[in-house]
């Protein structure tokens, strides 16, 4: 079984972000880079199905050249071929995204046979278009399902699982096909050291995507507007308890 | 006449609180730009033609065909294309839940349009070679983006509990007009083949009180008393990324811009520091009580209400103090 992981380079959760001074890029001085939350579990994940089905892994990324240290991290964990395609480090349209990556799967694909599975996180943690994955699989006229938290595979189908408000629902695609996945489907591995050291030498295939722009055009990033909230402080230690069931009372919340 | 079309969410005929966000957000685009609204249900029926119209739409287009009767992103994306060509719409407005992006990216991926995900605001543009201004959300709300759209069939998603659904003052009912999209069995590859009911009872997404804690916690048995806690007042158990990563409570418990996006009236954050990715999925509660030790955290200076103290020791007085009151 073929597998491909699409993933993002994006400033590492957690990191207050600034914005830099003309406003049209994010002041990336002190921010430490990491794979995007989602897509660091669709790798844990196309890993697993590895192991479990045999096959190989191949990560795509495409953005900053500095976007090599996802790869070469997913290469640590145990992916077997990586491919940037590289930009000039401005975030690319969704449009024009997906037409890139669906040029370069199509184009490896051509060489080494179709990936059975093409997994991509539900959406990037930084600009969060929530489409990258799916206009790809449409390019590719294949099966695409968002939101995938449990991934089964047998004869030729992916079981797919996904959260509802009532429940799960089960799709069974046909494969080849693309799923998006979510944080949660599964806990992500650390690399061994071994894997760190061989990551380091491997070769990342380097593929410069053209395309044309789209029709979204980032033009400035603002600060959100700071949610001013006048703390009241109910109190100290468990001396505090009566006023919080006061207050759970106050809100009708203890019917 | 061009009309500003709003998707309704259901499922299975049950419409979805976000479609009257929805609704209301295209009601405010179509009065801007001076048109009507309509609706759209895809599988739906013509039932919803009392809320639709309780919400300012004057048509409900009702999308009839047999493989819509459950939900599947491609059958529902490409009859939205379809229709959206048939109409021709000023603009095709969702709310952005994992359906609404979901239809919404199909559709536009279909019609070859851009597709804006987690709108704030939306206007038409001064700007040359713009057509439409656009206000958007970033790492789920902590940072805004300012977007320019060239497309003249803006395909947008409003964010979910950005916008208060309201109804208009003296609703109508919308006509109902059916289409019937022309689908085959390939459009159907991805509708739902199964679901697994979860057991009854409070959520998440439904519960009035959400007690969440934080790597402050400090381990799964610790997170006990919580639990103690949430079933006393008939609420649920919440937790932040820490919790999770650590393999503390299962990851459907994780409130945050990565997990589940919260609205209860009361959030209770136990031992949770406020990073903003937290932050953004626990922001639309009516009401939030921090219990941190530190009061400079952020989960402290953001919430409305604050306890200073080890929530090892607060979170069990609290529920003894109800059962006390209870007598």
């Known amino acids: ?255 | 006449m061009s009309t500003v079309l709003v998707v309704l969410e259901h499922d299975r005929g049950s419409l979805a609180d976000a479609s009257l966000e929805a609704l209301t957000a295209g009601r405010g685009l179509a009065g801007q730009l001076g048109v009507g609204m309509a609706a759209v249900a895809l599988g739906g029926s013509a039932a919803m033609a009392g809320v639709a119209g309780s919400y300012g739409a004057a048509t409900i287009h009702v999308v009839d065909h047999e493989f819509l009767a459950d939900y599947g992103p491609e059958a529902w994306g490409e009859s939205l294309a379809q229709l959206v060509q048939f109409l021709q719409p000023a603009a095709v407005i969702a709310t952005g839940t994992d359906r609404g992006n979901e239809v919404m990216a199909q559709a536009a991926a279909r019609l070859d349009l851009p597709m804006v995900a987690n709108v704030l605001e939306a206007r038409p543009s001064s700007m040359a070679g713009s057509l439409w201004a656009l206000t958007r959300v970033r790492w789920g709300g902590s940072l805004l983006e300012s977007t320019s759209l060239t497309s003249a069939t803006p395909m947008l998603t409003f964010s979910h509990h950005a916008v208060i659904a309201e109804p208009i003052a003296a609703p109508g009912l919308a006509g109902v007009e059916t289409f019937v999209p022309s689908l085959d069995a390939a459009h159907a590859r991805t509708n739902v083949r199964d679901r697994v009911e979860r057991p009854a009872g409070v959520t998440l997404a439904t519960a009035r009180i959400i007690v969440s804690g934080g790597r402050g916690v400090g381990s799964a048995e610790n997170f006990a008393p919580l639990t103690e806690l949430a079933t006393t007042v008939g609420g649920v158990v919440g937790c932040s990324r820490a919790v999770t990563n650590n393999g503390w409570r299962p990851h459907s418990d994780q409130v945050g811009q990565t997990g589940t996006r919260v609205a209860p009236d009361l959030y209770i954050a136990c031992g949770i520091s406020g990073a903003i990715q937290h932050w953004v999925g626990a922001m639309a509660s009516k009401k939030v009580l921090a219990i941190n030790t530190d009061p400079e955290a952020n989960m402290v200076t953001k919430a409305d209400y604050a306890v200073i103290g080890d929530l090892h020791k607060v979170v069990p007085a609290v529920t003894a103090e109800i059962l006390r009151r209870r007598g």
């Open chain 1, 1 to 255: 079984m073929r597998t491909a992981v699409c993933v993002k380079r994006v400033p590492a959760p957690g990191a207050r972000i600034n914005i830099s001074a003309d406003g049209q890029s994010i002041d990336t001085t002190h921010l430490a880079f990491t794979t995007s939350p989602h897509e660091e579990c669709a790798v844990e994940e196309a890993l697993r199905l590895t192991e479990k089905h045999g096959g190989d892994v191949t990560v795509f990324t495409l953005g900053a050249g500095a976007a090599d240290e996802q790869l070469r991290y997913g290469l640590s964990l145990g992916a077997q071929h990586a491919v940037l395609l590289p930009t000039d480090g401005t975030d690319w349209d969704p449009q024009r995204t997906a037409a890139a990556l669906a040029d370069a799967i199509r184009e490896r694909e051509a060489r080494d046979g179709q990936f059975d599975l093409i997994l991509f996180g539900n959406e990037s943690a930084d600009s969060g278009g929530f489409q990258v994955g799916i206009r790809v699989a449409n390019a590719l006229g294949r099966a695409c399902v968002n939101g995938i938290k449990g991934i089964d595979i047998a004869d030729g189908i992916a079981t797919a699982r996904r959260e509802s408000d009532v429940g799960l629902e089960v799709y069974e695609l046909a494969m080849p096909a693309v799923l998006g996945v979510k944080e949660g489907i599964n806990l992500p591995r650390y690399p061994t050291l071994k894997g760190r050291l061989s990551s380091k030498k491997a070769d990342v295939d380097v593929v410069t995507p053209a395309g044309v722009a789209g029709g979204q055009i980032a033009l400035r990033l603002l600060p959100a507007a700071e949610q001013v909230s006048e703390t009241v402080i109910l109190g100290h230690g468990p001396d505090a308890a009566p006023a919080i069931v006061d207050l759970l009372e106050e809100l009708g919340l203890l019917s």
